[in-house]
């Protein structure tokens, strides 16, 4: 399924076409899909809220499959291995971020379904060390939302700095929360989630949520960090009146609205922090699937087919997914 033009999800941008079946080069594996998860960013992908570096582009980038082709030099794996691909497709490796060990950073990075056609597809092409062996804990349904869901609420959890016995806002609960909410109650944390939809809330409920409430509402006691998935700068503001001093607001969002005016003395004052979260790095990918399997995390997930790629992003623009969707390619 490829988008050769950006429009509302309404509007079906997604159109199936034939392409060549890719041919591995030197280093590369190619990936025989079974299935992909659909991701928020996928939505910002076809809707044109991103600036797109290519079109016609095939989307996706929460892909499982099996290694059916290997190029020249490839020792990692073998025909016949099932492997995860996320969101990280390239870095550099030489400029100043990726030296550091900030790949995620990278000037250069290039990225699964954005610069490189993705998994809505029943093939795709990567390097093998930005390809992962995925847990057998985990059907390949249940493995595709890690990818990037889990992989970007791990990353936002140990950058929203709680420890165990901390109280952790989550703001939206979709794919990543209802992972996030897993780590953070292994971890020992008390979790609020705020979210509007009540099959949300039901959902955060059943998960282990502390605590379940909308948006605006006051939680029982003053958070620790905060996690904000919805795309909304807004509730920035939302976490930051319920934070105590020193407390981290980690934005996961790709895209956001504007953020409103911050009221300094009142809610930024006192060493509390407003932050972003950008991609993910390798390590990230490495340590996240390990922990996922040892919890074991358990996804929630709405299987559509490829010919339903458009059904499935109108589906979570409103808010009708619970827990995760995912496209499956083949058996």
């Not at 958070?223 to 934005?251: N, Q, S, Y």
């Not at 458009?310 to 995912?326: F, M, P, T, V």
Request: net charge neutral.
């Amino acid at each position: 399924m490829i988008l050769k033009e950006p429009k509302p999800a309404e509007a079906e941008p997604l159109h199936a076409a034939d392409l060549a079946t890719p041919v591995p080069l030197a280093g590369e594996i190619r990936v025989r899909v079974s299935v992909c998860g659909v991701c928020r960013t996928d939505l910002h992908t076809v809707e044109g809220e991103l600036t797109l570096p290519r079109l016609p582009l095939v989307p996706g980038h929460q892909i499982v499959g099996v290694v059916d082709a290997v190029g020249d030099g490839v020792r990692q794996f073998q025909a016949g291995d099932r492997v995860g691909i996320p969101w990280l497709h390239w870095v550099c490796g030489k400029c100043f971020y990726c030296k550091k060990g900030e790949e995620n950073l990278c000037d250069h990075a290039r990225f699964t379904g954005y610069h490189v056609h993705g998994g809505y597809a029943e093939w795709t092409v990567v390097e093998e060390p930005f390809a992962y062996k995925l847990p057998k804990v985990f059907s390949d349904l249940e493995a595709a939302p890690l990818l990037c869901a889990g992989i970007i609420g791990y990353r936002s959890l140990k950058l929203s700095g709680v420890k165990p016995g901390d109280r952790l806002g989550l703001w939206g609960f979709g794919s990543s929360a209802h992972i996030v909410l897993q780590v953070a109650k292994h971890m020992g944390c008390q979790v609020y989630v705020f979210t509007r939809a009540e099959a949300h809330r039901h959902l955060a409920a059943k998960l282990g949520a502390n605590w379940v409430g909308d948006s605006h509402d006051a939680p029982p006691a003053p958070i620790d960090g905060a996690i904000i998935f919805a795309p909304v700068g807004a509730l920035a503001l939302d976490a930051l009146r319920v934070m105590r001093k020193g407390g981290t607001v980690a934005l996961a969002g790709i895209t956001m609205s504007p953020l409103p005016e911050i009221d300094y003395p009142h809610l930024l004052y006192h060493e509390r922090v407003l932050r972003s979260v950008a991609n993910n790095t390798r390590q990230d990918v490495r340590e996240f699937l390990q922990l996922a399997a040892e919890i074991p995390i358990r996804t929630e997930v709405r299987a559509f087919s490829l010919a339903e790629a458009n059904l499935a992003l109108q589906a979570l623009k409103r808010d009708e997914i619970q827990g995760s969707a995912a496209i499956k390619i083949a058996e």
